[in-house]
T-cell receptor
Framework: DTEVTQTPKHLVMGMTNKKSLKCEQHMGHRAMYWYKQKAKKPPELMFVYSYEKLSINESVPSRFSPECPNSSLLNLHLHALQPEDSALYLC??????????????????FGEGSRLTVL | QQQVKQSPQSLIVQKGGISIINCAYENTAFDYFPWYQQFPGKGPALLIAIRPDVSEKKEGRFTISFNKSAKQFSLHIMDSQPGDSATYFCAARTGTASKLTFGTGTRLQVTL
């Protein structure tokens, strides 16, 4: 069982809807990530939060809005999405995002994903 | 320079056989090379990882071989089982980076 929990597992929304994806981890990790994965493709990084601050935004359209309320929670707010945004959205966490001396083990723990369908 | 090339795209192996998946990279700053296993409808899970200061790492039936001079690394699955049928992604990152660069994935099917 993964220790990164994502809800909902499935979401169907229209292009005018507003919805949110939620992610929670209780491993004490200080870095959290959103990835998007299309069928038969590798995960693509969208956002990275390090110590609850947004550290990487991979030029993601503004219709995706991330939020990190605290070190255990990560949300992805969705608004005015397009059908091509339909994908598996994966949350991940790691002990820390950036090294500050020493070695970053780099181990990412993924959740099971939220399958999003935009009609 | 940031790419990680993975082959083959798909692989069919008989039960008990050896599955071999290869990856190659260009960026010599990469210093951490994990392999992820992903079952349909699930998120990727870390399978095994290696750093370039060792040439081989083994965990159970899974072995990573690493060739630093050739900038290549591979995953070997010994005694492949039907339960190993999944998509495998190699990846790479630098020690100070938050971003994993994934390979394109290999869909492995282990037949009876």
């Amino acid at each position: 069982d993964t220790e990164v929990t994502q809800t909902p597992k499935h979401l169907v929304m229209g292009m005018t809807n507003k919805k949110s994806l939620k992610c929670e981890q209780h491993m004490g990790h200080r870095a959290m990530y959103w990835y998007k994965q299309k069928a038969k493709k590798p995960p693509e990084l969208m956002f990275v939060y390090s110590y609850e601050k947004l550290s990487i935004n991979e030029s993601v359209p503004s219709r995706f809005s991330p939020e990190c309320p605290n070190s255990s929670l990560l949300n992805l707010h969705l608004h005015a999405l397009q059908p091509e945004d339909s994908a598996l959205y994966l949350c991940a966490s790691s002990r820390k995002a950036m090294t500050s001396g020493g070695t970053n083990t780099g181990e990412l723990f993924f959740g099971e994903g939220s399958r999003l369908t935009v009609l | 320079q940031q790419q990680v090339k993975q082959s083959p795209q798909s692989l069919i192996v008989q039960k008990g056989g050896i599955s071999i998946i290869n990856c190659a990279y260009e960026n010599t700053a990469f210093d951490y090379f994990p392999w992820y296993q992903q079952f349909p409808g699930k998120g990727p899970a870390l399978l095994i990882a290696i750093r370039p200061d060792v040439s081989e790492k083994k965990e159970g039936r899974f072995t990573i071989s690493f060739n630093k001079s050739a900038k290549q690394f591979s995953l070997h699955i010994m005694d492949s089982q039907p339960g190993d049928s999944a998509t495998y992604f190699c990846a790479a990152r630098t020690g100070t980076a938050s971003k994993l660069t994934f390979g394109t994935g290999t869909r492995l099917q282990v037949t009876l």
